[in-house]
């Protein structure tokens, strides 16, 4: 047994407001704790709605570790179920996706399920009578996650029965989705196509919180971004002459602190925070045509340059997403040990928009998130090197320190210098909420 | 000038060899300028552009690619990973003119430090005769698991 072993309140303790202990990132007790609580306490992304349009389509997921399956009821509506049978456990579906038509049915004893998870029949049900099965859980049929959103396509759930609102959860930060989804003319995403899957050897905050680390992009990505402006000189192409796609996309990680300072970071409350608050590494794409046009078509001049004007970055919904508005793209860490994670990379298609839109989107993903990328590499070795440096006993603590100006408010929305630390501060305020959102306040407080 | 199915066929062996050992300046002279080295993400994927693939690179990625391979600051090829490929004898599937499609099936080991990978995989050739030489015009690699969670695979297949 562990120190930190179904103690919640000891485990938070490792959060300081400048600094997080090691263990919080090491230690396997801390991990099954955020498994059963942060995750189960947080409204987590599940998958989103073009990945099961159709009636009985189900896709199988998880949210931290426990298996479910989001699946199209035969209402239309959506539904989030755990991916185990009432009777033994059995695991009722194990492919990726599919139709199950108008029920479920475990492979192992045929008892089935309607797609909202209620018991629809059992084989041989007459052994069952006067055992007093109508009294137990598993006669409810496959149970269903606490609560269940489809908001503007995407859809998230909270395993608990009770807690936080969706709506209290998020706040403000919906911006952020609602300016990704408008950017389609007819104000619906589609997935385009898989996901890419990467695994990582390390702990699964490790990527959130590099999502809005914006010191480490011109060092780490010094050999691929680098690299390419270096070759891009070389070629000594006239300046008109189109840039090679890499360069579009690639390039702008090698801009200076500056850059990165001057973008700005925007948190909200619960974790919740985004990059590019006045500019970003996506603004200078060159110009789809036809898209400038179809956006006027359907919002009007004004309403068109303000959704496109947006240069948000990264935007990370705590505690495991993160999506970029500017391309579509959405990043989900799937923690699977204190040092494993499963990092899989959608992309979407913008509903009546050039389909150009769509490949430059799949290009940057490859370029950047596949375990082929040479941009992926960067960062994989960064985080693994920093797994097994933690190790190290003479030093215990992360530092996270960096533009903090003494206690810090995060319940506020906040902008502020694009190179501070504040949001990873952000996660972690809202990461001790969620784990000792069920300790007794006398507790927590101990 | 004719090409024949053995002359095929050992190009493709030269190219593997020349991957295993590192020979990447002479790789790139393989190839023709608006070529494309594709990697599918999915399984029997028809559409590189629209959707994810693993790879999908024209020949300034395949060189910045190489470039950095050899770059001072690449933290995650020190120390270096190192690869080789096991291939069957190629299929030559089709002789037109000056244009030729031949299917290979390999597996690639690639390794750093104490890791080790085994990819199985099937190389796609389509290769053209310039001014009398071979050349690559587009190469497509299918991995048999292209839908699992890889590790970082950071030489070429």
Avoid at chain 1, 135 to 147: H, I, N, R, S, Y
Avoid at chain 1, 375 to 391: F, I, K, N, S, T
Avoid at chain 2, 67 to 82: D, I
């Amino acid at each position: 047994m562990g120190k930190y072993a179904g103690d919640p309140a000891a485990a938070a303790a490792l959060v300081e407001g400048h600094q997080v202990h090691r263990d919080v990132y090491i230690d396997p007790d801390v991990f099954r704790l955020e498994m059963k609580h942060v995750f189960a306490n947080a409204w987590v992304f599940v998958g989103h709605e073009s990945q099961t349009p159709q009636k009985g389509d189900y896709f199988a997921t998880s949210i931290g570790d426990q298996p479910v399956i989001q699946v199209r009821h035969s209402t239309g509506d959506i539904h989030v179920l755990y991916n185990r049978c009432p009777h033994k456990g059995t695991k009722i579906v194990i492919d990726r996706q599919g139709n199950t038509g108008k029920f479920f049915r475990c492979p192992y004893h045929a008892w089935s399920f309607k797609t909202d998870g209620c018991l629809l029949a059992i084989p041989l049900k007459k052994g069952y009578a006067d055992t007093g099965l109508d009294q137990t859980e598993g006669a409810k049929g496959m149970k269903a996650v606490g609560d269940v959103r489809n908001y503007r396509g995407f859809i998230f759930a909270r395993l608990a029965e009770e807690g936080i609102s969706f709506e209290d959860f998020f706040g403000d930060s919906l911006s952020s989705l609602d300016n990704m989804v408008d950017r389609s003319p007819a104000g619906r995403l589609e997935v385009a196509g898989p996901p890419l899957r990467y695994m990582h050897h390390c702990n699964w905050k490790m990527l959130v919180e590099n999502q809005t680390d914006t010191c480490h992009p011109m060092v780490a990505h010094e050999s691929s971004a680098g690299t390419a402006v270096k070759l891009y000189e070389e070629l000594d192409l006239p300046e008109d002459a189109p840039k090679p796609p890499a360069m579009e996309i690639i390039a702008p990680f090698m801009s200076p602190y500056e850059f990165f300072e001057n973008m700005g970071i925007r948190t909200w409350p619960n974790g919740h925070g985004h990059t590019g608050v006045n500019h970003s590494i996506h603004s200078n794409y060159s110009q789809i045509p036809g898209y400038f046009e179809a956006m006027v078509e359907s919002y009007g001049a004004e309403r068109a340059k303000a959704i496109l004007d947006e240069n948000r970055h990264n935007t990370v919904y705590f505690p495991n997403i993160m999506i970029k508005g500017p391309i579509q793209q959405l990043r989900i860490f799937i923690p699977l040990a204190a040092n494993r994670t499963l990092v899989e990379s959608y992309i979407y298609r913008l509903v009546d928009a050039p389909e150009e839109l769509t490949a430059r989107t799949a290009m940057y993903n490859r370029m950047i998130n596949a375990p082929t990328s040479i941009v992926g590499h960067d960062d994989l070795e960064m985080y693994e090197r920093a797994q097994e440096g933690l190790e190290a006993d003479g030093l215990e603590w992360v530092n996270i320190q960096r533009l903090r100006t003494g206690e810090e408010d995060f319940s506020e929305e906040a902008v502020e210098n694009g190179t501070t630390e504040r949001q990873m501060r952000n996660q972690f305020d809202a990461w001790v909420k969620f784990m000792t959102r069920n300790v007794p306040a006398r507790e927590a407080a101990e | 000038m004719s090409v024949t199915r053995d002359q095929l066929i050992d190009f493709i062996y030269d190219e593997a060899r020349m991957l295993d050992e590192g020979r990447y300046t002479e790789w790139l002279d393989l190839w023709l300028p608006d070529g494309h080295y594709w990697m599918p993400l999915d399984y029997q994927q028809t559409d590189p552009l629209h959707v994810t693939s693993l790879m999908y690179e024209d020949l300034f990625m395949l060189k910045l690619r190489v470039e950095r391979l050899n770059g001072t600051r690449t933290f995650s090829q020190k120390p270096k990973s190192r690869c080789h490929h096991v291939i069957q004898r190629p299929f030559v599937d089709e002789m037109n003119g000056d244009s030729f499609v031949t299917t290979t099936f390999m597996h690639y080991v690639e390794t750093r430090l104490d890791e080790q990978q085994l990819l199985a995989m099937t190389a796609k050739h389509d290769l053209a005769l310039v001014d009398g030489t071979l050349r690559i015009a587009n190469k497509r690699v299918d991995i048999v698991n292209c839908d699992a969670a890889f590790r970082n695979i950071q030489l070429l297949p």
